[in-house]
């Protein structure tokens, strides 16, 4: 199945490639249908998947290169699988990607094959980056996502900003992933492989998993993005297209808490242990400073940036706390953060295409005109703030168990952040849907077909995955114990 989906990938990447760039309707019509195939057979896969601990669906690529002497080859495995807690990233991946091609349908006018191919590569690194075992690949991968994405951010961003959007994106993201390639030299040093589940099986010198811990955590905190490596994040938000700001809270953001839960424990145990004290401050100054920083916030788009900040805060204090539901919360939390931010973006992005304007003070009286569009956003917004019944609050609930049993003032902070994301999530809905229609807003339309097409999935998902949480707990648990059982 691993093979097949990336090959759907290539072939409709290869298929795109041919198409004349003059026939529009065609090019998102065939990337449209390639991403929906892609996304059956990772479907697929999560059916056949059996649901236990270890790696499954492995796919192992040999090849032979000669060394650096010349006259000997040496020969070479890369390993490809699919565990409990990557399936369900790749299932957001490619459920999202589809998405992103069906709401940019009209809004991106030129370079249209470009653009289509950017999100296909995108969507090819992506899923590799969740299913390879080697440590200098994943960094190869996880490099290589840069490149899509900053095009996206810079060619088709929204506003004069862009290009300085992108390069913050750029280099933010590259300076610190230089501390993770370091990180994974002194790894092979000392061990002589790069292969993840041979190294989960040593033991690196204590002083040397504090420096190696210390380069993986700057790559993956600029990533997550953890204060003070935030600064990147509200800029390329507000500038990327509607598919850009998709990827990026929706996936991309996620790399680094699956970088955190694949690699921090596993490989550096002690480290973790050792450093666990900063990550949690670290995480509950994001949590309590970005839900502050979102409440005065004038611009919608910026508000679900800073919205974004305080969630991944609570991933990664559950996944510090170094319980099984800490770790679970942090997976489950990641997915439905993925959901609704992404359907919060494309709320904001319809409301900007009909106006013009991102701005708060603009807007009153939405639900008089949109009332459809009214129904999603109060649906998504109350999942933000994690009311009953939303796949968030599962993943709050649990986060906030662990963080409580790590810690009772741990725990107290954390429940803060909850409080002041509902007082900045009621308050936007409140100004932007309620009151007395502005003069700024009197012909305003509903969603079309396409558009409501596009968020149903994912008001579908929060809400049925909310009701029924166990389809995904299950797996994750089942899986975080093996790897806990195989590395300890």
């Not at 790894?187 to 380069?215: A, H, M, P, R």
């Not at 998504?380 to 703030?385: K, P, V």
């Not at 709050?396 to 003032?409: D, N, R, T």
Request: aromatic share 14%; hydrophobic share 55%; proline share 3%.
């Amino acid at each position: 199945m691993l093979s097949i989906i990336f090959f759907l990938l290539l072939f409709g990447t290869l298929h795109v490639m041919f198409i004349p760039r003059e026939n529009h309707i065609q090019l998102k019509l065939t990337a449209l249908q390639w991403s929906l195939a892609a996304l059956t057979a990772t479907i697929v896969l999560w059916v056949t998947f059996d649901g236990e601990g270890q790696f499954q669906a492995l796919k192992i690529i040999e090849w032979t290169t000669p060394s650096m002497g010349g006259g000997i080859w040496s020969s070479g495995t890369v390993v490809f699988a699919v565990d409990g807690i990557s399936v369900f990233f790749l299932i957001l991946t490619a459920i999202l990607t589809p998405i992103c091609i069906l709401i940019s349908w009209n809004s991106i006018k030129f370079l249209l094959k470009e653009f289509l191919l950017c999100l296909l590569v995108l969507e090819i690194l992506l899923m590799g980056v969740f299913l390879i075992l080697d440590l200098l690949l994943f960094y190869i991968l996880f490099e290589g996502i840069l490149i899509p994405m900053f095009l996206i951010i810079g060619v088709w961003g929204s506003r004069e900003e862009k290009v300085l959007a992108s390069y913050y994106f750029f280099f933010y993201t590259l300076i610190g992933s230089v501390l993770m390639l370091l990180g994974i030299f002194v790894i092979y040093s000392n061990t002589g492989t790069t292969d993840y589940q041979t190294l989960c099986g040593l033991k690196l010198n204590g002083e040397v998993q504090k420096w190696v811990f210390l380069g993986f955590f700057v790559s993956l905190a600029i990533k997550i993005p953890k204060i003070p490596f935030h600064i990147w994040l509200p800029l390329a938000h507000v500038e990327a297209p509607v598919a850009g700001s998709v990827m990026l809270a929706g996936v991309l953001l996620k790399l680094g808490g699956y970088g955190f839960i694949r690699f921090s424990w596993p490989l550096f145990p002690e480290a973790s242990e050792y450093f666990a004290p900063l990550v949690q401050t670290l995480s509950l100054l994001a949590i309590i400073y970005a839900s502050l920083t979102a409440c005065r916030q004038a611009d919608l788009k910026r508000i679900i940036a800073y919205s974004s900040v305080a969630h991944m805060g609570l991933v990664t204090l559950g996944i510090f706390t170094h319980t099984i539901q800490g770790l679970v919360s942090a997976v489950f939390l990641m997915l439905a953060h993925g959901f609704v931010s992404s359907a919060l973006f494309i709320i904001v992005t319809l409301l900007y295409e009909r106006h013009h304007t991102r701005l708060v003070k603009y807007y009153r009286g939405v639900a008089i005109t949109m009332p459809i569009f009214s129904i999603i956003m109060l649906l998504m917004t109350l999942a933000n703030i994690a009311v009953p019944l939303s796949c968030n609050f599962v993943g709050e609930l649990l986060s906030l168990l662990a963080a409580f049993e790590y810690s009772f003032i741990v725990g107290v902070l954390a429940s803060l952040g909850m409080v002041l994301g509902a007082a900045y999530s009621l308050y936007l809905y409140n100004r932007v849907c309620f009151g007395n229609t502005s003069n700024f807003l009197l012909f305003s339309r509903d969603l079309n077909r396409r558009e409501f097409y596009a968020l149903f999935p994912l008001v579908f998902l929060v809400y049925l995955i909310g009701v029924y949480p166990s389809v995904i707990i299950d797996t994750v648990k089942s899986s975080i114990i093996f790897h806990e059982s195989y590395t300890w």
